[in-house]
């Protein structure tokens, strides 16, 4: 499969399968489009009378073309259907938790898609001894894979901070006795950041994301604590100091937009202004009839943000001030494997979220859906129902991906985001899927501009 397009000025020819991205001339990309439906003599009639060439330069791109399909990588065959189940059919081995070490929150953001940090449920924090427990269940579920992934979240992680350092401490202890490498992440709203968080942070985390919505005005709308007042003037300044101690790597501010500023550049921009060069910004997740939800009707809004976005960073970069987003960071020449760009995240199966209970759930969007418990970490997974269906979310398994140019750049999209919009892991989150693509095409095309920036 073939996906044309143009942005930026630049007429880009993805080929699907095998990844090849071909950014072409006004020609070769008309000739392009006419190639598989119609004959040679038809291709030359029409091009020579809509462009300025003759027909030996046709015959002469249509001969490159040629070359490009004998080489596979224009046209070429998409081979991994069959593949797509047959790995999910594989044993897997658990590779990360995400440790819900924190069920409250010093917070009260109505957006939030876990009910103020609570889940839909109580109030509670993690003990040691089920952190404890879910380290050990991690390695004695993780095979002969060496590295493994821990996220504390919450709620608010930082709530439950002793035992987040107690349970860093003891992960650390059991790496040389079962050959495993732990990577830990940090998810805060920042609130409770203070030297000791920054320190310890600094010296065992190996990401940590800063929640952060851009502007003050539009952070502090939502962001609020419980008495009603903004969060802005309180965090930024604390995030400004982590990231400077950190040496402004390994983190992410990770904002969230919602229909009421479509205009998020101006968010991000705010925040690369300020100085922080990593940079996230998500579509709200919320049900349809929620006033933040984004509508069919703000798509092209959205879609002209993050070209706003693309060519933005382009010139940044020119002028030596880059920052990154996170949705833009693609690799062309070495991604990921064909395994993981089939299979995708591996909720459910290869990740878990852990409640301060214990209780197992697929990703920390099903946190506190009874449908979606999978069993504890004292049992392991005994809903082995619920983990088939899990295996059997891929790039391959909804009729709408089939013919879709971006299925194995999604891997089929987020299986909580479909069930939230459809009802259902295997249903398809139709907005979600467009901005997706148009991310993709942004993507893409900032590779082509600075691929030939370089070789001019």
Not at 137 to 148: P, Q
Not at 217 to 233: A, N
Request: hydrophobic share 35%; with cysteine; net charge negative.
């Amino acid at each position: 499969m073939v996906h044309q397009y143009k942005l930026n000025g630049y007429n880009i020819v993805l080929d699907t399968a095998s990844g090849s991205v071909h950014a072409v001339d006004e020609v070769a990309y008309d000739i392009i489009a006419l190639y598989q439906q119609k004959s040679g003599e038809e291709i030359i009639a029409e091009i020579t009378k809509k462009h300025p060439v003759s027909a030996e330069e046709v015959e002469e791109c249509l001969g490159d073309i040629a070359q490009l399909i004998e080489e596979k990588k224009l046209f070429s065959e998409d081979i991994y259907e069959d593949l797509a189940f047959d790995f999910k059919k594989r044993p897997t081995v658990i590779k990360a938790l995400c440790l819900h070490v924190a069920h409250t929150c010093n917070l009260n953001c109505s957006y939030c898609f876990a009910s103020q940090g609570k889940y839909h449920g109580e109030r509670a924090l993690m003990t040691f001894e089920v952190g404890k427990r879910a380290l050990d269940f991690l390695i004695e579920n993780s095979g002969t894979r060496h590295n493994l992934e821990v996220d504390f979240f919450g709620g608010e992680p930082l709530m439950n901070w002793d035992v987040v350092k107690q349970l860093v401490a003891y992960a650390r202890t059991q790496e040389k006795i079962h050959n495993k490498n732990f990577r830990f992440t940090l998810t805060t709203n920042g609130m409770n950041i203070d030297d000791d968080v920054i320190e310890f942070a600094n010296k065992e985390m190996s990401n940590v994301v800063l929640s952060l919505d851009g502007r003050k005005e539009i952070h502090d709308r939502l962001r609020v604590d419980y008495q009603g007042r903004g969060s802005y003037d309180r965090i930024v300044p604390k995030f400004k100091k982590l990231v400077e101690a950190r040496g402004g790597r390994d983190y992410y501010m990770r904002g969230t937009f919602t229909r009421h500023n479509l205009d998020f550049t101006n968010d991000i921009f705010h925040m690369a202004d300020m100085g922080f060069t990593e940079l996230s910004m998500e579509p709200v997740v919320c049900p349809p009839g929620d006033p933040e939800a984004l509508r069919k009707e703000d798509l092209p809004i959205l879609f002209e943000q993050y070209e706003i976005l693309a060519k933005e960073m382009i010139k940044r970069k020119k002028e030596g001030k880059p920052f990154t987003f996170y949705h833009y960071m693609i690799d062309l020449t070495s991604g990921p494997c064909i395994y993981k760009r089939i299979t995708g995240c591996g909720s459910g199966t290869e990740y878990m979220a852990v409640t301060p209970w214990g209780e197992l759930f697929p990703c920390h969007q099903f946190v506190g859906d009874p449908r979606f418990s999978l069993g504890n970490i004292w049992d392991g997974v005994t809903n082995e129902a619920v983990r088939d269906e899990f295996k059997l979310v891929n790039a391959y398994a909804r009729p709408e991906c089939k013919d879709c140019w971006a299925k194995l750049y999604c891997s089929g999209g987020c299986a909580a985001n479909a069930f939230h919009a459809t009802g259902s892991i295997r249903g398809v989150y139709e907005h979600g899927c467009e901005l997706f693509k148009k991310r993709m095409e942004c993507a893409i095309m900032i590779q082509v501009a600075e691929n030939l920036e370089d070789q001019q």
